[in-house]
């Protein structure tokens, strides 16, 4: 399963963003999912997932300001990213929960300016 990550790009603090992640196969097949991040430097940290059944969970730097969500009939998912902050500046990434080595994509890039 291949997975591509997009909708990243420049915005001023307190934007939005909206990403996509499709997926080449089916999410429902994949199970989990979830978008993590890498800032400059950095490693690569899970910022948010869902399960198939729909339960979600945010690590707490973002939670109450974005929100990830899934179509297994588009085989997709989402993050709506708002209120951006400096700090939410990275390389967005989708892959399953618990990774899979496998499904890594390019990511994209995020950057907010202050």
């Known amino acids: 399963v291949q997975l591509q990550a997009s909708g990243g790009g420049l915005v001023q603090a307190g934007g939005s963003l909206r990403l996509s992640c499709a997926a080449s196969g089916s999410i429902l097949s994949i199970g989990d999912m979830a978008w993590y991040r890498q800032a400059p430097g950095k490693q690569r940290d899970l910022v948010a997932l869902i399960t198939t059944g729909g339960y979600t969970n945010y690590v707490d730097s973002v939670k109450g300001r974005f929100t990830i969500s899934r179509d297994n009939a588009k085989n997709t998912v989402y993050l709506q990213m708002n209120s951006l902050k400096p700090e939410d500046t990275a390389v967005y990434y989708c892959?399953?929960?618990?990774?899979?080595?496998?499904?890594w994509g390019q990511g994209t890039l995020v950057t907010v300016s202050s």
């Open positions: 892959n399953a929960f618990p990774i899979k080595y496998d499904y």
